[in-house]
T-cell receptor, first 112, second 114 residues
């Protein structure tokens, strides 16, 4: 059973709303990631963190922001949601040299 | 361009049958290759990870092979079960950075019918 938790699992909101997707892990992993996944498509890295107070943008341009104030917590925030943000957001962490990822169950966001 | 291509895109088999999923990659330099299983509405779960020197690795009814020369990998599922219905994702890591960048395939959607 994975020790990485995402909330909410499902969220439907209106355009222009601010939302925060939560991600917490209890494994003490230094590295954490946010991926975006659309149906039938590959995962795209949008943000990652090597440790506390370290955040970097990933390959996919995203209007979201992240923070890493505590090792176990890596929330993702959208200041003003748009329909183009509708997607599944997956949080992951890793703590070994091989960088094997442990994923959360995902947050499915729908913006109307 | 570093890419990971998976085939088939989707596959339907009957319960109890075997199947093989393919993964071709152009990622260079190569560090390791992983297969993940993703159930509908869930996050991916690691099945196997193989480095350059490994050419086969098993995890229960799942057996992964790797040919680093031809840059091909396969995932063989033996005696399929209904619970094997999922998307299987091939992921390749390079050695180009300290963390190793990950390249994801689009997955093969496997459906097992009773």
């Amino acid at each position: 059973e994975a020790d990485i938790y995402q909330t909410p699992r499902y969220l439907v909101i209106g355009t222009g709303k601010k939302i925060t997707l939560e991600c917490s892990q209890t494994m003490g992993h230094d590295k954490m990631y946010w991926y975006q996944q659309d149906p039938g498509m590959e995962l795209h890295l949008i943000h990652y963190s090597y440790g506390v107070n370290s955040t970097e943008k990933g390959d996919l341009s995203s209007e979201s922001t992240v923070s890493r104030i505590r090792t176990e917590h890596f929330p993702l925030t959208l200041e003003s949601a748009r329909p183009s943000h509708t997607s599944q957001y997956l949080c992951a962490s890793s703590g070994d040299g091989a960088n094997v990822l442990t994923f959360g169950a995902g947050s499915r966001l729908t913006v109307l | 361009k570093n890419q990971v291509e998976q085939s088939p895109q989707s596959l339907i088999i009957l319960e109890g049958k075997n199947c093989t999923l393919q993964c071709n990659y152009t990622v260079s330099p190569f560090s390791n290759l992983r297969w993940y299983k993703q159930d509908t509405g869930r996050g991916p779960v690691s099945l196997t990870i193989m480095t350059f020197s490994e050419n086969t690795k098993s995890n229960g009814r799942y057996t992964a092979t790797l040919d680093a020369d031809t840059k091909q990998s396969s995932l063989h599922i033996t005696a399929s079960q209904l619970s094997d219905s999922a998307s299987y994702i091939c992921v390749v890591s390079d050695r180009g950075s300290t963390l190793g960048r990950l390249y994801f395939g689009r997955g093969t959607q496997l459906t097992v019918w009773p």
